[in-house]
């Protein structure tokens, strides 16, 4: 197969207009052409050279792993082994700047702008797993949190951001059944899904539902998986109860409060802004509460149920005591995230009286057979809902990878509603 390899040398001072227009947003990684199979390789760039990449981190037919310059992403975030000597075709993947290849000055580790692309080896399958050809993915607040520093990918997981993509079967595994190339899917991922190629177990591969183009079938399996694990798997929502979402403009809470109100619930969703709020409402919230004017607690306490039944709650310390207010008796309080911190002091007394749980739960983290599980119970219960309108997915911008940046910093704004979409 043949190999991809970075263009000549070039001047940066002599203004490379090719480099010029992309090292904002590539650094080291210009445009690619293939070459015959063991021809050299040349430094990306000037640029690339004068910066003290090591060889290893340039794309050329070698079996040393490559530096953070060019990482690569397996299956369900799995290392793989390095390319043969003879040449395994390479792809665009989006990751921080990391040691000598960032630009200088550097953006900080933290902002949209460390994000860029570069290259790495090909995934291939092992036992159990196929290889997509990544059409699209998302941005999930994740993401935004891992670029950070502040939420590590799980032991073996890939360090490409990504947690969700649709594509095509490209390759399948040893044992693979169920599925051929050139299957159109979307994937629930431990990371890799800010790729052109990855590779992941079957069981957490799911049919894009009908009446869904592949695009936005990228922005499904996270926020669906999660909603259903969490407000039905763990949390068990019933038609008769009341069920509060927070930050139900976001993809979670488009999803949750859709997925909610169709079987059957009385559904309740906090927003920052009237626009947000008034998003809430088309979705089919029974009532939308501006958290920046109104006491969610004060809200719900006013319904004739008098509170909640299930809380999904993406706040974390910030909001423990009040959920715990908001709760009716018996009622079950779901933590998926700690924007407004980890740490809080909880009243084990009014947990008691109200005979109340809280769960704290995460996807990423768990093992395969939990995640296919997961994925097989969202198939069967909310794909058929998708599929027939009831429930519709709520994308609210779509970018090209070259800008993940933006992407990311729309997420880290909070000026999005519905799922910012990355595109291939």
């Known amino acids: 197969m043949p190999t991809r390899r970075r263009p000549g040398p070039c001047s940066t001072t002599g203004g490379c207009s090719r480099c010029a227009r992309r090292t904002a947003r590539r650094r080291c990684s210009p445009p690619r052409r293939r070459t015959p199979p063991g021809s050299p390789s040349a430094p990306c760039c000037t640029t690339c050279a004068s910066c003290g990449c090591p060889p290893s981190a340039r794309r050329r037919p070698t079996s040393t792993p490559p530096t953070p310059c060019a990482r690569r992403a397996g299956a369900s975030g799995a290392a793989r082994p390095a390319p043969d000597p003879g040449g395994t075709a390479g792809h665009r993947a989006a990751g921080p700047t990391v040691g000598p290849c960032a630009q200088s000055p550097s953006p900080s580790p933290a902002a949209p702008e460390a994000l860029v692309l ?24 994740a993401d935004t949190l891992q670029r950070q520093g502040n939420y590590p990918p799980p032991p073996g997981a890939s360090d490409v951001l990504g947690l969700e993509c649709s594509g ?85 809470g488009s999803m949750a409060i859709q997925v909610a109100k169709a079987l059957g619930a009385t559904v309740a969703a906090t927003a920052g802004s009237p626009e947000k709020v008034e998003h809430c409402r088309s979705l089919g919230a029974d009532l939308a509460i501006n958290y920046r004017e109104q006491d969610f607690v004060e809200e719900l306490k006013a319904l004739p149920a008098g509170g909640a039944d299930v809380i999904l709650d993406n706040i974390g310390a910030k909001y423990l005591a009040r959920n715990l207010d908001a709760l009716r008796t018996s009622g079950r309080l779901v933590v998926i995230g700690m924007q407004g911190g980890s740490k809080a002091e909880l009243d084990l007394g009014r ?20 995640k296919a599980a997961i994925v097989a119970a969202t198939v069967e219960h909310v794909w058929p809902l998708v599929a027939d309108g009831t429930v519709r997915p709520t994308v609210g911008s779509t970018y090209p990878l070259e800008e993940v940046a933006q992407a990311h910093r729309s997420v880290d704004e909070s000026s999005h509603t519905g799922k910012v979409m990355l595109t291939l």
């Not at 570069?118 to 607040?141: C, R």
């Not at 109340?356 to 939990?370: F, H, I, K, W, Y």
């Open 168 to 252: 095509t079967v490209a390759e399948l595994g040893e044992g693979v059944e169920g599925w051929a190339v050139g299957d159109e899917v979307c994937a629930l991922l431990a990371g890799g899904g800010y790729a052109e190629r990855v590779a992941v177990p079957a069981g957490q591969l799911m049919p894009v539902p009908a009446g869904v183009d592949l695009v936005t079938a990228g922005g499904l399996p996270e926020v669906a998986c999660t909603v259903w694990s969490n407000v039905f798997m763990v949390a068990g929502l019933r038609a008769d109860e009341v069920f509060l979402v927070h930050g139900g403009a976001g993809g979670i």
């Open 351 to 370: 947990l008691l009286t109200k005979r109340a749980a809280v769960a704290a739960t995460s996807l990423r983290g768990r093992p395969p057979a939990e």
């Open 118 to 141: 570069g290259e790495q080896p090909d995934p291939t399958p092992g036992p159990g797993e196929v290889v997509l050809e990544i059409a699209a993915t998302a941005v999930n607040k």
